[in-house]
Antibody
């Protein structure tokens, strides 16, 4: 059964770079899916961050684009998120997810990232 | 960016009753709307996509309808496991994919 698992530091200092990985098990990160990052600030709603398609095409939320890099590491069956110049507003649970389109039917459990000094 | 407005913010319903949630888009999104259910401490779960198609494993008491800018999610007879927050999502015009602010279905 395919599963996704987010990993990365739970605490990042303001102005630094947030780096997360999503490890894919029971499937391949090069399978023909959209591999997606979504976040949710504590007590708030969902925000779509961006996606990497299996072909390698990458799409970012324009509001975050200047700070984002999404990439994949097929040899390790992972895809990753880097967000630069973080502030307290970037504190959130970060989810990785998979879908045959940007509609995501498989989600990781999420990882809380707190931005604080 | 397409803005989705969900209503009501909170719906109090007794088990066995019907619940109807609404999602309005700031411009037409055709039928490219999905609904997700989220319980406390859990990741969202896909319920409906393409307005009215139930995701795998979703019971028939969940139904979706609408087109253009007005959409509804109906739960015909609420079960205890259905009390959660529901989010609509549009994927007609992206990036960005956008979500509504959520509607909480709570026990009356």
């Amino acid at each position: 059964q395919p599963q996704l698992q987010e990993s990365g530091p739970g605490l990042v200092k303001p102005s630094e770079t947030l780096s997360l990985r999503c490890t894919v098990s029971g499937d391949s990160s090069s399978s023909p899916y959209y591999w997606v990052w979504i976040r949710q600030p504590p007590g708030k709603g969902l925000e779509w961050i961006g996606t990497i398609y299996y072909s390698g095409s990458i799409y970012y939320n324009p509001s975050l684009k200047s700070r984002l890099t999404i990439s994949r590491d097929t040899s390790n069956n992972q895809f990753s998120l880097k967000m630069t110049s973080v502030t307290a507003a970037d504190t959130a649970v970060y989810y990785c997810a998979r879908g045959i389109s940007v509609v995501t039917s498989l989600w990781g459990q999420g990882t809380l990232v707190i931005v604080s000094s | 960016e397409i803005v989705l407005t969900q209503s009501p913010a909170t719906l109090s319903v007794s088990p066995g009753e019907r619940a109807t949630l609404y999602c309005r888009a700031s411009q037409s999104v055709s039928i490219n709307v999905a609904w997700y259910q989220q319980k406390p401490g859990q990741a969202p779960r896909l319920v409906i996509y393409d307005v009215a198609t139930r995701a795998t494993g979703i019971p028939a008491r969940f139904s979706g309808s609408g087109s253009g800018t007005e959409f509804t999610l109906t739960i015909s007879s609420l079960q205890s496991e259905d009390f959660a927050v529901y989010y609509c999502q549009q994927y007609n015009d992206w990036p960005p994919v956008t979500f509504g602010g959520g509607s909480k279905v709570e026990i009356k």
